[in-house]
T-cell receptor, first 117, second 121 residues
Framework: NAGVMQNPRHLVRRRGQEARLRCSPMKGHSHVYWYRQLPEEGLKFMVYLQKENIIDESGMPKERFSAEFPKEGPSILRIQQVVRGDSAAYFC???????????????FGPGTRLTVL | AQTVTQSQPEMSVQEAETVTLSCTYDTSENNYYLFWYKQPPSRQMILVIRQEAYKQQNATENRFSVNFQKAAKSFSLKISDSQLGDTAMYFCAFMKQGPRRGQGGSEKLVFGKGTKLTVNP
């Protein structure tokens, strides 16, 4: 069973460009979480999505950042007009449906390292 | 809002010895989970150990064990017989136990800033 997949692993963008980060959850998982890790910091929650729904976006910056998890295909974290401060590692995690009950288990992908020049 | 504090930015230990990493947290929740994650140089986040707040017994996973003090809001990680492969960043994390949702899922993780552990040969 393949784990959580993220691509690209490394992404370089110039200021003002757009960055698209993709996350494919583990097979059968329908819940996706995005976290950002700034240099020398812990991970910080950004957004939680289910298929076609944003459940919690309390950690997402209000401007330039958006996320989606369509019915088909991977979850996408999109950053428009990137700035140097967006340089960070972006991690995706997924959790299983768990039969309607809450689960505490999140499985992490390897992360995407975004560098803004 | 919950906060997680790791007061030791860096630690080192000799191979085969024991080391304890500290973590404190602040919450008004009564039901929650606590975790230790390991992040080696590959940057992959690896779950080391988890603890449910309602359980008084401390969790153990092979060489890894925790000292969970709910009243003091403390959750330290002990690594016994340290190995070179234990060299990594270690993050303490908190997750509240939210209300039941019909579609499952989990709550967000709140992480500390991490402790860089180096195991010396």
């Amino acid at each position: 069973n393949a784990g959580v997949m993220q691509n690209p692993r490394h992404l370089v963008r110039r200021r003002g460009q757009e960055a698209r980060l993709r996350c494919s959850p583990m097979k059968g998982h329908s819940h996706v979480y995005w976290y950002r890790q700034l240099p020398e910091e812990g991970l910080k929650f950004m957004v939680y999505l289910q298929k076609e729904n944003i459940i919690d976006e309390s950690g997402m910056p209000k401007e330039r950042f958006s996320a989606e998890f369509p019915k088909e295909g991977p979850s996408i974290l999109r950053i428009q007009q990137v700035v140097r401060g967006d340089s960070a590692a972006y991690f995706c995690a997924s959790s299983p449906p768990s039969g309607g009950f809450l689960t505490d288990t999140q499985y992490f992908g390897p992360g995407t390292r975004l560098t803004v020049l | 809002a919950q906060t997680v504090t790791q007061s030791q930015p860096e630690m080192s230990v000799q191979e085969a010895e024991t080391v304890t990493l500290s973590c404190t947290y602040d919450t008004s929740e009564n039901n929650y989970y606590l975790f230790w994650y390991k992040q080696p140089p590959s940057r992959q986040m690896i779950l080391v150990i988890r603890q449910e707040a309602y359980k008084q017994q401390n969790a153990t996973e092979n060489r890894f064990s925790v000292n969970f003090q709910k009243a003091a809001k403390s959750f330290s990680l002990k690594i016994s017989d340290s190995q070179l492969g234990d060299t990594a960043m270690y993050f303490c994390a908190f997750m509240k136990q939210g209300p039941r949702r019909g579609q499952g899922g989990s709550e967000k993780l709140v992480f500390g800033k991490g402790t860089k552990l180096t195991v010396n040969p």
